[in-house]
């Protein structure tokens, strides 16, 4: 066990923890912020991603004792009132069916549009590979991700 | 108005009256009330006024509906709603929804599958909505000494205009709760066209919580002094628990305990959805998810291959019949050779139309095809899981289930509880798909907690539930055509089978369209366990009829949409046989409807197109896909969708399902496979089990309703089918080969050169 000092949505938080924890289990069990989900634990659905220091990771498989200063944004932390404009264009367009996957892919999609604002289909394909959802809504992720870059 | 069906269901109605009398108490969901939208006008009131089951309404005349059935991403919290409120007369933008939980006293068919909630829903939930509305009427007819023929109603209003007078429902509410319910027969409902909110489209209720994380799923939930709990199972279909050394995890940081938990009792007489592959499995209890999976790595266990046995399975009609389960590690090799074997011999004839057999000795021609599909993972994105506290003689339990009635009988005999004493909440689930029917989960959750006596939250991980059954079955189907020297076709016949059930609806089209018909079936037992997936058996057979009648409508030299015009036109104006379970004019209406959306004889450069049809769970529907070639790869461009479901309660709601059915169907026609070597289940991650990704979904999917006045039919599952052979008919116009054995992805990459 060890002591760490976190910072989340822009909090200090304390966690006293095996040193290899994934910082998803950090969040879900021990911090309550169980907006980031549990798919698979490899690295290879996205339901998980969180953004550490503006990048989005796969926080199944990013231990806690790597974090150190760096800054960890949920999806209780992406927007205050949640009016991101990644959150309003889901609204708006409906996007999901069970909802499970959708904070990963709100995630992926909100740090791929800070690093690209104007992306092509191509490079949203390619930055939403990871996010696997079940429910089949890509279609509506795309459309979403579209008109979250135009009120950009 | 019309007077309402007498046939409805009267129990249900009864149960609204007795309630409304009563004054019962309603549950209050552990999910907190939810406004549909940004611009509510209405906030929470001080007092609810109940006024029957579904419904209760508050002094401000803010109202509060309840969605009786459990929600898996199919959007009945939000659909199911508007029924209510539609005839209930109130604005959407002042209803608040809430999650009922389970009380088969209070709701009818609290159930999810079959994609039924809509089409059984209908008549009641319109009937609730309704008597709600004239239980208000009359308590604004007592109080204003008026006759209630002459009080209308109006988005949450009442009015009686020749003496001007005006009240919300909130302030007739507390009366209205008091009064008795009207007899069903003098209930009316509305006429289709007086609908306001029925049709048009409402938002997600859940939309805003979905997308700022809060908890909605059994997997979020935790209580004070919560334990947390991982299982291990048996690594192999045929194996079961010989001993395990506690010992090897109990001295783990954070480890509690670990013991084993046995599902079912030996005597139990299990119902239709006690699926459970592993009877008896390992519990690791401990302070943290992560504790918990990482001594399930480091738990000493030996197992032993089980032999054959039996179970008590109490029959639909309430007879027990013994189940038998064969012992034997099984291979996916050994299954297709198995199944090679029994496509040759006579199956059990389910229909037989006119001379088959002497229409197959004339044929100039015989066209035969065999088409198989694998064992399927449902893999839904929320792993296996459920939250109990189970503390001497109580229980409650909190869970992603679709079928809370039918778990209650294994919790109660498992738990050595009565009904009574024991409390199913829904969670809304992290996707479904026909797996949680099978809601093991919430029993061995719940027997947990009874041995440690305290609250705990169990999950499988990834690979527990990918490697613990209830797949698909794996599926063979036969098709031969008769054709005389000028290509007609004289006879058709199917023989279809799987393991371990057949796949044949041998009364769905093309039968009643055909004068020589002969379906046979059969089936090869197996330990590998199954369950409902997204249309069952319809995901396979319509693939492959599909298919089939597309290459024979080629090789009869005819349009693929014109041909399968021609035979419902043949069904519809002559029909053979008196079982056919479809109605041939609807099943043409959509395929008229695709065949105008896509402008399907002008098909795009670089575009090859492939067409389906099928009916399912009283839906029709039928499909196109385009597909081109980039970098030798099939890619999907656009999907076009006809779909003739009755009346649409929520068409962009709807429309989103449709989108999610046709991604599904493309993603297992492509990629979707569980294998075994000896056992072993082949892939228990999605490393190796390939699921559909963004970059592979169609470009662009258009979901089209045909306009309907009949009563709403299934939605969820019809979409699926028609997939397989929409997509492997476009794929044989793109690459010149015919795909009869799914997942079409192992082939494509074996083609070179593929033509455009
Ligand atoms: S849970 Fe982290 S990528 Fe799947
Ligand atoms: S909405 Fe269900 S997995 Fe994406």
Known sequence: ?152 | MTLIDKKLNRRSFLKVSTLAGGGMMLSFSWLAGCKPTAEEVLTMPDEWFTINSYIKIGENGAVTLFNPNPEFGQNVKTSLPMILADELDVDWKNVFVEQADFYPERFERQFTGGSNSVRSSWKPLRTAGATARYMLINAAAQTWNVPAGEITTSTGMLEHKSSGKKAGYGELASLAGTLEAPDPEAVKLKENADFKIIGNSKKNVDGAKIVTGKPLFALDHKVEGMKYAAIVHPPAFGMKLKSFDKSSVTSLPGIQDAFEVKVFKDDYGRNFFDTTTFPEIIAIVGNSTWEVMQAKKKLNVEWEKAPDSTFPMAGRGGQNMDIKVPGGLENSAAHKEKMAEYITKPGNVQRKDGDPEGAFKKAARVLERTYTAPFLAHNTMEPMNAFADVKGDKAVIYGPTQAPESIMNALSSSLGLPKENIQINLARMGGGFGRRAYSHHLVEAALISQKIQAPVKMVYSREDDMSAGVYRPTYSATYRAALDENNNLLALHIKAGGIPESPLHANRFPAGAIDNYLAEGWQIESNITIGAFRAPRSNFIAGAEQSFLDELAEEMGKDPIEFRLELLKRAETNPVGERNDYDPKRYAGVLELVREKSNWSSVPNGISRGVSAYFCHNSYVAEVIDVSIKDNQPVVENVFAAVDCGIVVNPDAAANMGEGAIVDGIGNAFYGEMAFENGVPTKTNFDKYRMIRHSEAPKKIEVHFVESTEDPTGLGEPLFPPVFAALGNSLYKATGKRLYDQPFQPQIMQMENLRM
């Open chain 1, 1 to 152: 066990m060890a002591q760490y000092n976190l910072s989340i949505n822009g909090k200090l938080m304390n966690v006293d923890v095996d040193p290899n924890t994934p910082l998803l289990w950090v969040l879900r069990d021990h911090l309550d912020l169980v907006g980031t989900k549990f798919g698979c634990g490899i690295a290879q659905c996205g339901a998980c991603t969180v953004h550490i220091d503006g990048e989005a990771v796969r926080s199944c498989s990013y231990p806690v004792s790597v974090i150190e200063d760096k800054k960890v944004v949920t999806i209780e932390g992406l927007s205050e009132k949640g009016d991101h404009p990644v959150q309003k264009a889901w609204l708006e367009h409906d996007v999901p069916q069970c909802g499970y996957c959708q904070s990963g892919q709100i995630m992926t999609a909100a740090s791929l549009l800070a690093e690209n604002p104007n992306p092509t289909d191509e490079e949203i394909s390619y930055a939403m590979n990871g996010n696997i959802c079940r429910c089949g809504t890509y279609t509506r992720i795309k459309a979403a991700i579209k008109t979250a870059s135009k009120s950009l």
